[in-house]
């Protein structure tokens, strides 16, 4: 993925048209995407790797077995969402273009 306008194909001249705010605006809103994107993969494969493992038999140590995979996607959920919060700031800067 583009990290930088002038990475991406140009579409009409829009890049010419883009301002120095929304060219810094959408820059960062990319960089920030392409990192979420490497936390939500490696938190998704942690989670993945974690529910693969039995349960353990012993009550207190299933306890901290559930509680942990929670806490990984209840991270995927906040990832996600802050995800949704950045795509739709890159798509309205477009928008304007």
Do not use: C
Request: net charge negative; aromatic share 8%.
């Amino acid at each position: 993925m583009p990290w930088h306008p002038d990475q991406m194909a140009d579409d009409g001249g829009w890049r010419d048209r883009m301002t120095p705010e929304d060219r810094r605006e959408f820059t960062s809103a990319t960089a920030r995407f392409m990192i979420l994107h490497s936390e939500v993969k490696s938190v998704g494969e942690a989670a993945m790797l974690e529910r693969d493992v039995v349960a353990p038999e012993d009550p207190a140590q299933a306890r901290d077995y559930f509680k942990s995979l929670s806490a990984h996607y209840a991270k995927l959920a906040r990832l996600h969402a802050e995800v949704g919060d950045v795509t739709a700031r890159m798509a309205a800067i477009l928008d304007n273009y």
